[in-house]
Structure formats: structure tokens, C-alpha cells
């Protein structure tokens, strides 16, 4: 089984870099795990003009079918986002907006494969969970979009830097050991 874990960040060394690690080697004890990073792919913005809500495809050409692809390969997955102003950074929230073409809320629509469920973990550099409550509901909003069961989530806050990551890892591998049992928190 493969897990796909998204590093919803454009930084690549950052916190949410260093969580997307950890996660991932913790979800190798079960599954074949990649990482990839929002920030890998070139991509434009949605142009609103809703020709996909017709032909289940979007005008564009650039990298969202990679995104896709990796995806339908995978059975678990886990989106690690940062808070920019409250919420998922602008570089994912323009990559949910190019997945209109397989959202269920339109017919014809493209689908990925079934059977999927997705995890979240969202970090910010504050104290309240609140924000990291707004970017899991987003996050979870995107799945049941895309017909991905949502399996939990979890929100730390007080993290900033790569090394605050790090000091967070125990409660990462026990958030990663529900995945692999197959619970969520």
C-alpha cells in the first residue's frame, strides 16, 4: 500500500518540511511512502471559467495531472500545512482550486481511484489551536470533494522552525501509529 505525504508549504527546509519527513518515515513501517512538496510543481491559477463543469478537464497544461497521478497511486494520504494568515498557503489553495475538474459537485467530473483516506496535520507559530482548526477544515473540505474519507487530523501549535518539528516527534509517530492501525485522532 502507498502513502503519499504533501508538503503543503512553498519552503522546502522548513517546519512543515521537517514534519512531512517525519511522517513519512513513520507510515514506512507499513507503507511505500513519498513526500512531495506543493512548491515542486509549475501551475497556474483556476481561471474560473468552468469549461471542466462540462468536460471533467481544465484548459490548462502544466503539472496538476502529476499532482493528481501521485494522488490516485496512493491509499493513504496526508497533507502537512503550515498557517499563512489563518489558513492553507495561497500555493495549495491555488492547487485545490485546479482540482475542480474532480469535484464531485459537477457532472461529468474525472475521478481518482476509491477507497482512499486522508489525514491532516496542520502547524502554526501561535498559541491557538483555533487556526489550525480553519486549515483542517479546509483541508478536509478538499477531501470529501475528491470522495477521500478523512481519517483525522492533528494541529501543533507553537511550532516555527525545523527544530521545534523535532521536538514534536513523539506526538507525530503517535498520530502516524493511528494511521498505520488505522484510527484517527
Request: aromatic residues 8%.
Amino acid at each position: 500500500m502507498n502513502a503519499l505525504v504533501i508538503n503543503c508549504s512553498p519552503v522546502k527546509t522548513g517546519a512543515t518540511a521537517e514534519i512531512s519527513r517525519i511522517v513519512c518515515e513513520g507510515l514506512s513501517k507499513k507503507y511505500i511512502t513519498k513526500v512531495i512538496c506543493i512548491d515542486d510543481y509549475d501551475f497556474g491559477f483556476c481561471r474560473g471559467c468552468r469549461g471542466c463543469h462540462s468536460t471533467a478537464k481544465c484548459i490548462l497544461s502544466d503539472d496538476i495531472p502529476l499532482i493528481i497521478d501521485e494522488f490516485d497511486k496512493a491509499d493513504i494520504i496526508v497533507c502537512v500545512s503550515p498557517s499563512y494568515w489563518a489558513d492553507i498557503p495561497g500555493q495549495f489553495k491555488a492547487f485545490i482550486d485546479r482540482c475542480t475538474p474532480w469535484c464531485n459537485t459537477h457532472e461529468p467530473h474525472a475521478s481518482i481511484k476509491g477507497g482512499k483516506r486522508g489525514y491532516t496535520i496542520a502547524l502554526r507559530t501561535g498559541t491557538s489551536m483555533r487556526e489550525c482548526e480553519r486549515i483542517i477544515q479546509s483541508i478536509e473540505h478538499f477531501y470529501g470533494h475528491l470522495e477521500i474519507e478523512c481519517g483525522g487530523s492533528l494541529g501543533l501549535c507553537s511550532v516555527e522552525f525545523k527544530e521545534d518539528a523535532e521536538q514534536r516527534k513523539g506526538e507525530i509517530d503517535r498520530f502516524c501509529e493511528g494511521i498505520i492501525q488505522g484510527q484517527g485522532e
